[in-house]
C-alpha cells in the first residue's frame, strides 16, 4: 500500500505484542531490507533478537515503522527531516549531538550537585550538637 500522508489509511495492526520481520513488512509495507536499514537510522526503533537471531518488533516498533513510513514516502521528508519530525513529536530520542541534548545534560549534572549539597545539609541537621 502506498502511504499518503493520511492516518485514515494506516494499516490496522493484528491483536499482537511481538512480530518478526516479514510480518512488519508486510503490515508497513516495504521490504525487510528498508527495515533493517531504517533500524540504523531511527534511534526509537530497536527490535529485540530472538534466541534464533531473528528481529522481534514490538507494537510501538512497528507503530514507529509505520509513521516513518508515511513522513518519508507520504510526506516525503528527507530522512533528517523525519528524525526531527519524530525527535519534535517526542518518538525519536535526541542525538548527542543536538545543542538541547548538550543542554539537558548541563541541567542535569547542575541538578545533581544541587542534590548533593541538599542531602549534606540535612544530614548536618541529624548530627547532634557538639557542645
Not at 531490507?33 to 534464533?52: A, D, G, I, M, N
Not at 515503522?65 to 535526541?94: C, F, S
Amino acid at each position: 500500500m502506498v502511504g499518503t500522508g493520511s492516518s485514515a489509511l494506516r494499516p490496522q495492526l493484528p491483536d499482537k505484542l511481538y512480530f518478526r520481520i516479514g510480518e512488519t513488512a508486510e503490515i508497513v509495507g516495504v521490504e525487510p531490507h528498508v527495515l533493517r536499514y531504517w533500524e540504523t537510522e531511527f534511534r526509537s526503533v530497536r527490535p529485540e533478537k530472538s534466541r534464533k537471531g531473528q528481529r522481534i518488533y514490538s507494537r510501538r516498533d512497528v507503530e514507529t515503522l509505520i509513521r516513518v513510513k508515511e513522513l518519508l514516502y507520504g510526506h516525503r521528508y528527507t530522512i533528517a527531516g523525519a528524525k526531527r519530525k519524530l525527535r519534535t513529536d517526542g518518538v525519536e530520542p535526541l542525538d548527542e549531538t543536538d545543542p538541547t541534548f548538550r543542554e539537558i545534560r548541563t541541567l542535569r549534572s547542575g541538578l545533581e550537585l544541587v542534590r548533593e549539597e541538599i542531602v549534606q545539609a540535612l544530614a548536618s541537621f541529624d548530627m547532634p550538637a557538639s557542645a
